[in-house]
């Protein structure tokens, strides 16, 4: 099964900051890794999928891009609605996993 | 537009099976996958398997083969999720999610809260 590590488990910043987070596979993904966005009492929601493709609908102030098996999401100017857990999951084999989440706070 | 309407919270005893219902409207049933995850408090969201609502193809995380069954309706529009003999640790919010590209999930239901209690 396929491991995915996420760093940091929380990060705190201002608005208009620039907030990266990072999904390590314990093997490779070939590109197949999605970006959610969760809220709390709310289901999960798409933001990015194969890597860097901004689903419809999304700011496109979020992005995504990867270096071998790490892979990154980049908020470049954070927004008070973008205060959330934000977890990676891999497409590439079953079973399909997540990361353990990341979450973003608003100094 | 594209909804999915899970049925309503649970409360089981420790090895009472339940079934949660995902009723979807606004795209073509059979064009997609329709997946089930669940989440345990604290917890990372966890795979439990997939049906291919077009062929009634199935495929199980093997943690939960055996105790997992996943069906649909394809006159309803709606897929079905049963889990046997749960324990305490079963106790999460479980959600059905349509299938983009086979392995993301686009479209959420609302999750249905299943609390194994005595």
């Known amino acids: 099964d396929i491991q995915m590590t996420q760093s940091p488990s929380s990060v705190s910043a201002s608005v208009g900051d620039r907030v990266t987070i990072t999904c390590r596979a314990s093997q490779g993904v070939s590109g197949w890794l999605a970006w959610y966005q969760e809220k709390p009492g709310k289901a999960p929601k798409l933001l990015i999928y194969d890597t860097s493709n901004l689903q419809s609908g999304v700011p496109s102030r979020f992005s995504g891009r990867s270096s071998g098996t790490d892979f990154t999401l980049t908020i470049s100017s954070l927004q008070p609605e973008d205060s959330a857990t934000y977890y990676c999951?891999?497409?590439?084999?079953?079973?399909?996993?997540f990361g353990g989440g990341t979450k973003v706070e608003i100094k | 537009q594209v909804q999915l309407v899970q049925s309503g919270a649970e409360v089981k005893k420790p090895g009472a099976s339940v079934r949660i219902s995902c009723k979807t409207s606004?795209?073509?049933?059979?064009?997609?996958?329709l997946h089930w995850l669940r989440q345990a408090p604290g917890q990372r969201l966890e795979w439990m398997g997939w049906i291919n609502s077009g062929t009634d193809q199935i495929k199980y995380s093997q943690k939960f083969h055996g105790r997992v069954t996943i069906s649909r309706d394809t006159s309803a529009s709606t897929a079905y999720m049963e889990l046997s003999s749960p324990t305490s640790e079963d106790t999460a919010v479980y959600y059905c999610a349509r299938g983009k590209r086979a392995v993301y999930f686009d479209y959420w239901g609302q999750g249905t809260l299943i609390t194994v209690s005595s």
């Open positions: 606004g795209y073509t049933f059979t064009s997609y996958a």
């Open positions: 999951q891999q497409g590439n084999s079953f079973p399909l996993s």
